[in-house]
């Protein structure tokens, strides 16, 4: 079955550590996104691309980094510029191109990421 | 810019009464709407969209939700709510070239026995 596949499901990260989250689809999307989820907040988009080998940040960019090097994967980065990291982490692709109709984003089971 | 409202953070309900969770948008032009519901420590699920035409949507689980331009409202409803409706649930409307997706706060539903 097709899907979006992201790991770890939980992950730690020590002060000063960069870690990478990863985010695989096999859905044929062009689009992928990541947003942050935080208790009562809703989701925040991070990142998004909706080609390979270009992105755009997001609402709140600043602590992350992002690549497409391949259409199937857009893995996340947490560097230690992100002073507060702790959330849930979640992926997503659709379609996404205006000359295509539109399809909604389909959602991984994300990661939630603390800090020791 | 676009935004989402849901005005209830949390709501309660008995098993087997009906149920409504509102949602506010704003948005220049007509907006992609959408709910999506998430058990705890998963993803999002669709339930439901709204692109254009009727402005009566069904979507998946019995829930439905009604398209109200006059009110900016795309309000969520069910008839006979159920144990396993427990979860919070986010109204979304997508807007921009990549069709980002802007989200409500969330509206977490408990379900009495």
């Known amino acids: 079955d097709g899907g979006i596949t992201q790991s770890p499901k939980y992950l730690f990260r020590k002060e000063g550590q960069n870690v990478t989250l990863s985010c695989e689809q096999n859905l044929n999307h062009d689009a992928m996104y990541w947003y942050r989820q935080d208790p009562g907040q809703g989701l925040r988009l991070i990142y998004y691309?909706?080609?390979?080998?270009?992105?755009q940040k997001g609402d709140i960019a600043e602590g992350y980094s992002v690549s497409r090097e391949k259409k199937e994967s857009f893995p996340l980065t947490v560097t230690s510029a992100q002073k507060n990291p702790t959330a849930f982490y979640l992926c997503?692709?659709?379609?996404?191109?205006?000359?295509?109709?539109?399809?909604?984003?389909?959602f991984g089971d994300g990661t939630r990421l603390s800090i020791l | 810019a676009q935004s989402v409202t849901q005005p209830d953070i949390h709501i309660t309900v008995s098993e087997g009464a009906s149920l409504e969770l509102r949602c506010n948008y704003s948005y220049g032009a007509t907006p992609y709407l959408f709910w999506y519901v998430q058990s705890p420590g998963q993803g999002l699920q669709l339930l439901l969209k709204y692109f254009s035409g009727d402005t009566l949507v069904q979507g998946i689980k019995g829930f439905e939700a009604e398209f109200k331009r006059s009110q900016s409202s795309f309000n969520l409803r069910k008839p006979s709510v159920h144990w396993s409706d427990a979860a919070e649930y986010f109204c979304a409307v997508a807007s921009g070239s990549a069709r980002q997706l802007t989200f409500g706060s969330g509206t977490q539903l408990t379900v009495l026995p």
């Open positions: 997503a692709s659709s379609i996404g191109r205006l000359d295509r109709a539109y399809q909604p984003q389909h």
């Open positions: 691309s909706q080609i390979v080998n270009d992105f």
